[in-house]
T-cell receptor, first 111, second 114 residues
Framework: EDQVTQSPEALRLQEGESSSLNCSYT??????LFWYRQDPGKGPEFLFT???AGEEKEKERLKATLTKKESFLHITAPKPEDSATYLC????????????FGTGTRLLVSP | DGGITQSPKYLFRKEGQNVTLSCEQN?????MYWYRQDPGQGLRLIYY???????QKGDIAEGYSVSREKKESFPLTVTSAQKNPTAFYLC?????????????FGDGTRLSIL
């Protein structure tokens, strides 16, 4: 069974304090790994897609990396506006575009 | 601006009542999805549709029904058979071709029981 585990559940950082979020996955053939940001009361906002081990994507203070077993979302010098829940999802070769989601990491960045 | 519109933002259901959640997209996407989000759990797939007039059950379809009469619209009905309907419901869409196309989400409908 395809599975995604995110850690930590919650993370509190000071503004400017860099850190990483982890997404471990088991999947029967990875078609893509996706990172989303979700603000309270809103739908997830797409950030990145990673397709193969070794791939990296960057957007402002965020950088996503991928290995054969896990993905990391690195946050460099975060700002309070980076506070949100970050969701990881995987898509397997199941014949349609089903995503399996982790439970997310709640990030709080204090000024 | 292209996007996905869900309505209403908040919805209350009485015992024995069916309620319908609206989802409209103007992204010209072929595939549409309904998810349910509960605290402490990942998003779970209720139903999905890859093409007009066709849809498939997801992991938790019991107590729900959908229709796909137009490419742009994918309404979800929460029936009285769904005994625990209180949740945040999210609609998504994607281009149903190519490898690993991301799903794009609306801003959700929060359903509560009166």
């Amino acid at each position: 069974e395809d599975q995604v585990t995110q850690s930590p559940e919650a993370l509190r950082l000071q503004e400017g304090e860099s850190s990483s979020l982890n997404c471990s996955y088991t999947v029967s053939g990875l078609r893509g790994l996706f990172w989303y940001r979700q603000d309270p009361g809103k739908g997830p906002e797409f950030l990145f897609t990673l397709y193969s081990a070794g791939e990296e994507k960057e957007k402002e203070r965020l950088k996503a990396t991928l290995t054969k077993k896990e993905s990391f979302l690195h946050i460099t010098a975060p700002k309070p506006e980076d506070s949100a829940t970050y969701l990881c999802a995987v898509q397997a070769y199941t014949g349609f575009q089903k995503l399996v989601f982790g439970t997310g990491t709640r990030l709080l960045v204090s000024p | 601006d292209g996007g996905i519109t869900q309505s209403p933002k908040y919805l209350f259901r009485k015992e024995g009542q069916n309620v319908t959640l609206s989802c409209e997209q103007n992204l010209n996407h072929d595939a549409m999805y309904w998810y349910r989000q509960d605290p402490g759990q990942g998003l779970r797939l209720i139903y999905y549709s890859q093409i007009v007039n066709d849809f498939q059950k997801g992991d938790i379809a019991e107590g729900y029904s959908v229709s796909r009469e137009k490419k742009e619209s994918f309404p979800l009905t929460v029936t009285s058979a769904q005994k625990n309907p209180t949740a945040f419901y999210l609609c998504a869409s994607s281009i149903d071709r190519g490898i690993g196309q991301p799903q794009h989400f609306g801003d959700g409908t929060r359903l509560s029981i009166l």
